[in-house]
C-alpha cells in the first residue's frame, strides 16, 4: 500500500484491496456530512459516512444552532414577519459580500422555504413558534426565531424590508454550547433520520488522501484508522465534509493571518485538510480571507453605550448584528475596541436576559467625566471627549447620523461614565475553501467539475464570501450538503 499521509492522490490502480465501498463515501459526520447522507439515502444511495473523531455531531452538535433560512417560511409567518425570496437575496448580496456568489445565493434564497420543510417534515427538526427581540448572540430560552445579520439595523433597513431569518431548533432547558444547544436538536434529529435510512457510519477514521481512476474520476480515499491505513472505494461519488481551516496555523498565515491564533465557534478537528486533498486534484479555491468574527462581549451591554477605537473615535451602529462588530474591530480596528456607558445603561443591561451573561465585563475605568475618563485611559486629551460630544448632541433627538444606530438604543451618555476594555475580544473560523457548483461538484481551477468529487460545508466557499450573518454555516451546509448527496448520488 502506497503512503496515504501524502496529500497528493492515489492512482487506483495502486489500490490492492478496498477495505469498504458504497455508492457514496462522505467524510465528516457534521451538518454538512448528515445531510448529505440523508440527501444520498433518499435518492437510493447506499452511503458510508466516514468520522474523524469517536461520535457524530462536528462543530453543528455544539452551535448555538441558528440556520438561515427566510423568503416566508412557515415559522416566519408564525410569527407575524413578512419575508420574500426577492428581499433576503438583496439582503444577502449585500450584506455577505463582497463578491458573493449570486448563483449560490440565488439557489439558497429560492430554495429556501423547500429546506425548512425538508428539515421539519422529513428529518423532524423542531421550532418553537415565538419570536425572541432582545439585542442579543442568541435566545437564552427555546424561542425559534431572531435577527442574525443586522437585517434591522442601519445601513440595510434603510433600503431593504428586515425580516428575521435566525432560526433555532428547539431545545428545553437550553444551555449556550454542547448538548445543551440548538445545534445538538439540528444534529440529533439529522443523524436520527439518517440511520432510519441505512446510512452506515464509521468512527475514529480519518480521511486523508483520494483516490482517482486513469480519467481523473474520484472513485475513492484513504483514511487513517487506529493508526492503520484504511481504504474506501465510492461506486458514484465522495463528499467532502469535514469543516473550516480555522485551526491550521500555515493555511491561516497564508490566507487569513487575522485569524491566526483565535479560533472561536469551530473545533480542532477543523484542520483543512480536505481543502488540500482536493488542492492537490487541481480544485479551485474561493474568498480564503474571509471569516466569522464573534466579538466577545454581551450585546445587552454595548448596545446601551458606545463602542470605541483604539483612538477614542466611533466606528459602528451598536444596534447591528456582534458578528459585524466583531469584523469591524478586528479588521478596521486594529482588534482594538472600548465600551463607554454610563451608570445608569450599565444597571439597566444587567436587569435584562441574556444567553451570554459571561460576556458581560466589568468597567476597568469609572470616572464623573469624560474628560478624566479619556486621561485615565491614555488617550489623546480631547478625542473622547469630541465623540460623546457629537454622540451625545445628536442622541438628545434620539438620532445617530454618523452610523444609524436606531432611536430606541440611542440615548445622551451621562454620568458617572464608565470604559470597558474590550480589546482583543473577537474570535472566529474561516469561511472560504473549495469552489463547488450550486449542484456542490467541487470545481476545476479550469472552471470544469471534478468527477466523483462533492463538497459542502465550511470546507467550501458558501454563501459568505466577506460578510456573516449567524447561521449562514448550518444553513449553507445543511443546504449544499443536501445537494452534495443528491449530485453523489446521482453520479456515474
Ligand atoms: C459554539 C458554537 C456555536 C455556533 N453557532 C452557530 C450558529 O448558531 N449557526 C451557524 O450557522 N453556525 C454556528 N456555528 C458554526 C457551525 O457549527 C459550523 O460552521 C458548521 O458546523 C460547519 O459545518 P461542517 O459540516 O462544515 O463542519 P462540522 O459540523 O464541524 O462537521 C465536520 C466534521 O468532520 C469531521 N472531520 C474533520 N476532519 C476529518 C477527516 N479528515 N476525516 C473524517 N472526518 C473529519 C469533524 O470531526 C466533524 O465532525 C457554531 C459553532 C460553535 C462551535
Redesign the pocket.
Known amino acids: 500500500m502506497p503512503d496515504a499521509t501524502s496529500i497528493r492522490p492515489l492512482p487506483a490502480d495502486q489500490i490492492a484491496h478496498w477495505d469498504h465501498e458504497a455508492d457514496v463515501v462522505i467524510?465528516?459526520?457534521?451538518?454538512?456530512?448528515?445531510?448529505a447522507a440523508v440527501a444520498a439515502a433518499q435518492a437510493g444511495a447506499d452511503v458510508l459516512v466516514?468520522?474523524?473523531?469517536g461520535?457524530?455531531?462536528?462543530?453543528?452538535?455544539?452551535?448555538?444552532?441558528?440556520?438561515?433560512m427566510g423568503g416566508g417560511t412557515p415559522l416566519q409567518k408564525a410569527c407575524g414577519f413578512e419575508d420574500t425570496v426577492e428581499n433576503m437575496k438583496a439582503f444577502m448580496k449585500a450584506a455577505l459580500g463582497p463578491g458573493t456568489d449570486e448563483a449560490k445565493i440565488d439557489a439558497y434564497c429560492e430554495g429556501s422555504v423547500d429546506h425548512y420543510h425538508w428539515l421539519v417534515d422529513e428529518c423532524g427538526v423542531p421550532f418553537k413558534e415565538s419570536f425572541w427581540g432582545e439585542p442579543g448572540w442568541?435566545p437564552p430560552y427555546d424561542d425559534g426565531l431572531q435577527y442574525?445579520g443586522g437585517e434591522n439595523a442601519a445601513p440595510f433597513n434603510a433600503t431593504i424590508p428586515a425580516a428575521p431569518r435566525?432560526h433555532?431548533p428547539q431545545m428545553s432547558d437550553k444551555q449556550?454550547?454542547?448538548e445543551r444547544?440548538?445545534?445538538y436538536m439540528l444534529?440529533k434529529p439529522l443523524v436520527d433520520t439518517a440511520t432510519a435510512l441505512g446510512v452506515r457510519a464509521e468512527y475514529d477514521?480519518?480521511?486523508?488522501t483520494l483516490v482517482v481512476d486513469a480519467d481523473g474520476r474520484v472513485v475513492g480515499l484513504v483514511?487513517k484508522q487506529y493508526g492503520k491505513q484504511v481504504t474506501f472505494r465510492a461506486r458514484r461519488g465522495v463528499v467532502l465534509?469535514?469543516?473550516?481551516f480555522a485551526y491550521n496555523d500555515t493555511m491561516l498565515r497564508s490566507y487569513a493571518p487575522k485569524m491566526v491564533g483565535r479560533p472561536?465557534?469551530?473545533?480542532e478537528?477543523?484542520?483543512g485538510?480536505?481543502i488540500q486533498m482536493a488542492q492537490a486534484l487541481g480544485a479551485d479555491l474561493a474568498h480564503m480571507d474571509a471569516a466569522?468574527v464573534a466579538f466577545f462581549c454581551d450585546p445587552q451591554l454595548y448596545i446601551r453605550g458606545i463602542l470605541v477605537n483604539g483612538r477614542g473615535q466611533r466606528y459602528i451602529n451598536e444596534d447591528t448584528y456582534p458578528g459585524r462588530v466583531g469584523q469591524a474591530t478586528l479588521y478596521e480596528n486594529k482588534n482594538e475596541a472600548f465600551l463607554i456607558i454610563d451608570e445608569a445603561a450599565h444597571d439597566e443591561a444587567h436587569t435584562r436576559p441574556s444567553a451570554t451573561p459571561f460576556l458581560r465585563h466589568k468597567p476597568k475605568w469609572v470616572c464623573e467625566t469624560v474628560e478624566e475618563l479619556e486621561a485615565e485611559m491614555g488617550l489623546p486629551g480631547g478625542a473622547l471627549q469630541a465623540t460623546v460630544d457629537v454622540y451625545n448632541r445628536h442622541a438628545a433627538n434620539g438620532e445617530d447620523p454618523m452610523f444609524g444606530k436606531k432611536a430606541e438604543w440611542t440615548k445622551p451618555i451621562g454620568s458617572p461614565v464608565a470604559a470597558i476594555d474590550l480589546r482583543g475580544m473577537t474570535g472566529g473560523?474561516t469561511l472560504g475553501g473549495l469552489r463547488t457548483s450550486v449542484d456542490s461538484e467541487v470545481v476545476h481551477v479550469s472552471g470544469e467539475p471534478i468527477p466523483g468529487l462533492f463538497a459542502?460545508?465550511?470546507?467550501?466557499s458558501g454563501v459568505c464570501a466577506g460578510g456573516y450573518a449567524?447561521?449562514?454555516?448550518?444553513?449553507?451546509?445543511s443546504f449544499f450538503?443536501r445537494r452534495a448527496g443528491r449530485s453523489a448520488a446521482a453520479a456515474s
Do not use: K, N, P
Open positions: 467524510a465528516g459526520f457534521g451538518v454538512a456530512g448528515a445531510s466516514l468520522e474523524r473523531t461520535g457524530w455531531g462536528g462543530a453543528a452538535a455544539m452551535a448555538g444552532g441558528f440556520i438561515y442568541e442574525t435566525g433555532v449556550s454550547g454542547g444547544g440548538g445545534g444534529m477514521v480519518r480521511a486523508q483514511a465534509a469535514t469543516g473550516s472561536a465557534a469551530s473545533i478537528e477543523h484542520d485538510r480536505a466569522e473560523f459542502a460545508g465550511r470546507c467550501t449567524s447561521g449562514a454555516s448550518l444553513g449553507d451546509g450538503g
